[in-house]
């Protein structure tokens, strides 16, 4: 259906959006930056990040917080401070324009060549000394040292001595921050750096005559490299412990032509002179028929008294006797498959490098087998210190969670470290548990009956910690026909003796062993203010319960956020700020009082701010987009409606700058479920893979209704008509809305919202429905090709929220079926759908678009092939968004129409003619 809106009106809103400041293109989105890699110095004295665009080259900025003089890095990749926030060290890479015409050039050698094009960059922030190496392949620093740094670079050693040598072989240094001290080792394959202390290992590949393929260990405090194992086969599987104290790696027979051969365990500890073969004669731990696998690397716990590592049986092999032409290749399903074929096919390669868990204890010389092929998947604590672990299998109820979906049941037992006894948890419980910092208790949230439980494996005891008469831990708005989540885990406090949780609103303290009662921390409810706590010091897993802990605050009335300082042992909050803004990405220096977060809004890009004081407002340090200035605007703000039930509603409306109640203006209408507590987030303009960008549309007139979406089970589509649809009416009823010129757009379960809408009434003048399930029979039975499963628990349990199966539900399944009304259909429509969709099967958009074509309905299918559920490759987002922004200004300001929806883009122009061009 053609709506006519007159050119002089046209004419009129662009030279309102543009008289002052322009309306944002495609190809501005695609310049606009985003702060990315935020880091202080530990001392505070230097902010750190990175502004990266769309399309082009990343910069690093390193800005002085003191003298607030800043240092620009273009094409710096992968930038950190050392430990002590001295220096900063980087890689530099070709340009995006260099790299290109690499690339152009010679395509089959551009890799190659590439590889050897970036740059290590060290600089010595007091001084500013740069040091540059060429020809870099990789670099590492210490976690939590600040002595050197290792990097691997190009060979230099003379052409004729490196015939012979590993492609992956390289040149290891080692250099000194403060000096021009160096250690170096040629045809390094892996390397390792200790957490805590300034000490690596290096796996090197062997030399012909020159040096055998073996281990060594530098202490970058000494100055030798010491050999810790030579001439004992292949290599891999390097693993160092915190203190660098203890080294393990694996061995094979380097002869031997077995795909799956056995690999053995080797272990150094400080005082030995060479590692040991630990695994030569595996005695009764291992399994018979099984062998020490290099597809799980072994691992120190961080207290050094665990080395973990994997061990599989023999598995299937291809029979090489026979040609590919000579073997059936069929699928067999059965009804009886714990996982759906499909979902196998996805895990395959997953689970052909399943390993069972092992454990070899250094202190006392002995292992013990912990996963088993009843039990094959396992929980560890944070850091493996022990001293248990628990295993689980979920292959029994597998079945089941096809159509009741996640998270599933699970048999869990729990293994003491020590003694190697077994404990058996109360099987079929739904515990896709977590062991508290410090690995003393496992907790998990039971979704069926809502409540919080523990198991204390030193009793042997599962609790029950929340009742319904506790508290309300589960998500209070949930309209899914299933049971609800929670609002997670929040922390351990020290001693790992107590642990947080959040409901709606507040924090609770809960005790694991069952014996004190649950404890209401904050006191939010009340108020209907939402607590949450914010991690300041990232090397500490605990929260201390004696020092004040900053909180996220938000208030649900009016959706204000902000943060303050949490005293945990009586509950109260210092409110710092609270304001119709959102608040992030805060920061603190690990050894000052020096803060950094971010405040935005719609308006208000995030840029970080930085303060001694968080009282105190902080100075903006950076402008990640001085070009916003020149660009038109808007606002955003909360709009409430009562809708046919007499429910009042809530959304936001996002308006242009200079807005004019006595002016008629487009709308586009997109929402997906609740959206609207995110009202005073900022949209940077960046060509997204899914939805319209709020910024790009408003700065070109629009204005933009997000409506809140609440459903009623077996009824999504008429949910979504009443909520939206009452939404637009309102609007209308203000004067400020074109009712000719109204267009909704969504993406997968916006998608088919906007799909049911559009057979419903003829308000939208066009529509853009990505990814959308029209045919909920079809859908049903199809899979999620992502993840190999059955999409039948989204119809049954979740998101599509029809509460039963096509059989029990028959008129459901058909009244919210978009398909089956598409003859009601007199709305242009643009539909997205790529052939690689891992989430809504590709038919469904084809299903749709060709009975629009049967019925003679205006529509245009794009497909970005091999693209999964929206477009992620940046041409083609940056096409995707045009072409979306050139349909809805034709059908909504009266731009000209483009080529491509005169007469599409043939097989034969695909790729080289993309008919984006409009005829005057």
């Excluded at 077996?714 to 949910?719: Q, V």
């Excluded at 045919?775 to 899979?783: E, P, T």
């Excluded at 992620?872 to 809805?888: E, L, Y």
Aim: proline share 5%; charged share 25%.
């Amino acid at each position: 259906m053609r709506r006519v809106f007159p050119t002089l009106l046209l004419l009129t809103f662009l030279c309102t959006c543009a008289s002052a400041q322009k309306a944002i293109t495609v190809a501005d989105m695609q310049a606009w930056n985003q702060i990315r890699g935020e880091q202080l110095s530990a001392d505070g004295d230097h902010l750190l990040y990175s502004l990266v665009p769309d399309l082009g080259d990343p910069e690093v900025v390193v800005r002085n917080t003191k003298t607030l003089v800043e240092t620009r890095f273009p094409r710096l990749h992968n930038a950190n401070f050392s430990y002590d926030g001295k220096h900063l060290i980087g890689m530099l890479k070709p340009a995006l324009a260099d790299s290109r015409a690499i690339k152009l050039k010679d395509k089959a050698k551009a890799k190659k060549k590439l590889a050897k094009m970036d740059s290590l960059l060290v600089i010595n922030l007091a001084s500013g000394v740069r040091r540059i190496v060429p020809e870099v392949y990789s670099f590492k620093t210490g976690e939590r040292w600040s002595d050197a740094y290792a990097y691997t670079t190009t060979s230099a050693l003379p052409d004729s001595l490196r015939k012979g040598m590993d492609d992956d072989a390289h040149r290891l240094l080692v250099r000194n921050f403060n000096s021009t001290d160096s250690f170096y080792l040629e045809g390094v394959t892996a390397y390792e750096l200790a957490r805590d202390e300034p000490v690596l290992i290096a796996q090197q590949a062997k030399k012909d005559s020159s040096w055998e393929a073996g281990v060594l260990r530098l202490d970058t405090r000494e100055l030798r490299w010491e050999a810790l194992s030579a001439g004992e086969g292949d290599y891999g599987g390097l693993a160092i412990s915190t203190d660098g104290d203890q080294v393990a790696f694996l061995t094979s027979d380097a002869d031997s032509k077995d795909k799956q051969k056995p690999f053995h365990l080797h272990h150094w500890e400080s005082g030995e002179n060479k590692a040991r073969m630990i695994s030569e004669q595996p005695g009764n731990w291992l399994a018979s028929g099984h062998r020490i696998s290099d597809d799980r690397s072994p691992e120190f716990s961080e207290n050094g008294k665990y080395l973990y590592f994997g061990t599989t049986p023999r598995r299937p092999e291809k029979d090489t006797t026979l040609l590919d032409t000579e073997v059936a290749d069929v699928e067999v399903w059965t009804t009886e498959d714990p996982r759906l074929y499909t979902q196998r096919n996805v895990r395959l390669k997953q689970d052909a490098k399943q390993t069972y868990l092992a454990v070899y204890r250094t202190g006392s010389n002995n292992f013990l087998q912990i996963g088993t092929p009843e039990l094959p998947y396992d929980y560890l604590p944070r850091h493996s210190n022990g001293p248990w672990v628990a295993v689980y299998d979920d292959r029994p109820y597998a079945k089941q969670t096809m159509w009741e979906g996640y998270p599933g049941a699970r048999n869990t037992s729990v293994i003491n470290l020590e003694t190697g006894d077994r404990q058996e948890m109360e099987n079929g419980q739904v515990t896709p548990a977590r062991w508290l910092e410090g690995g003393k208790f496992l907790i998990w949230y039971n979704q069926t009956d809502t409540t919080w439980n523990s198991f204390d494996p030193s009793s042997g005891q599962a609790h029950v910690l929340t009742t319904n008469a506790t508290g309300t831990f589960y998500d209070e708005i949930n309209d899914r026909p299933m049971h609800p989540s929670s609002y997670r885990y929040a922390g351990t406090l020290e001693g790992g003796n107590q642990f947080l949780v959040y409901d709606r609103y507040d924090i609770w303290q809960l005790d694991p062993k069952g014996q004190a009662s649950p404890h209401r921390i904050t006191a939010g409810r009340e108020r209907k203010t939402t607590f949450r706590l914010q991690d300041l010091d990232r090397e500490n897993d605990f929260v201390d319960f004696d020092e004040p802990q900053l909180v996220s605050i938000f208030k649900e009335e009016n959706y204000h956020s902000g943060f303050g300082w949490l005293d945990l042992k009586t509950g109260g909050v210092e409110t710092l700020h609270s304001e119709a803004k959102s608040f992030g990405d805060f920061l603190k220096a690990r050894k000052s009082k020096t803060y950094v977060y971010s405040r935005s809004d719609f308006r208000e890009f995030p840029d970080l701010r930085i303060t001694k004081d968080l009282a105190k407002e902080g100075a903006k340090i950076t402008n990640a987009n001085p070009q916003q200035k020149d660009f038109a605007w808007g606002t955003a703000e909360p709009y409430e409606w009562i809708d046919n039930q007499g429910r009042t509603l809530r959304g936001m409306l996002i308006k242009p700058d200079g807005f004019d109640p006595k002016k008629k203006y487009p709308m586009l209408v997109n929402f997906y479920e609740r959206s609207s507590q995110g009202v005073y987030r900022h949209r940077t303009p960046v060509p997204g893979r899914s939805s319209i960008n709020y910024s790009h549309y408003v700065s070109k007139g629009y204005v933009i209704f997000n409506p809140d979406v609440i459903y009623r089970v077996g009824y999504p589509g008429e949910s979504a008509y009443d909520c939206v649809m009452s939404g637009v009416t309102s609007l209308l009823s203000k004067g400020f809305i074109d009712r000719e010129r109204i267009g909704m757009q969504g993406h997968s379960w916006g998608g088919y919202q906007a799909a049911y809408l559009v057979t419903k009434t003829d308000m939208f003048a066009a529509v853009e429905s990505g990814a959308p399930v029209v045919n909920m029979f079809s859908a049903y039975g199809g899979i999620r090709w992502g993840s190999g499963v059955s999409r039948q628990f989204q119809y049954e349990h979740t998101q599509s929220r029809i509460g039963g199966t096509p059989w029990t539900h028959f008129q459901r399944y058909y009244e919210n079926s978009p398909l089956f009304t598409t003859d009601k259909i007199n709305t242009p429509l643009l539909i997205l759908h790529n052939d690689n969709d891992g989430a809504v099967p590709w038919y469904q958009g084809i299903e749709w678009f060709t009975a629009l074509r049967r019925l003679g309905k205006p529509a245009w299918f794009l497909n970005y092939r091999g693209e999964p559920h929206w477009p992620v490759k940046t041409p083609n987002r940056a096409d995707f968004q045009t072409r979306m922004a050139q349909f809805f200004d034709h059908y909504l300001m009266d731009a000209p129409m483009p080529v491509w929806m005169e007469r599409g883009v043939s097989p034969m122009e695909r790729g080289k003619e993309q008919n984006l061009e409009t005829r005057e």
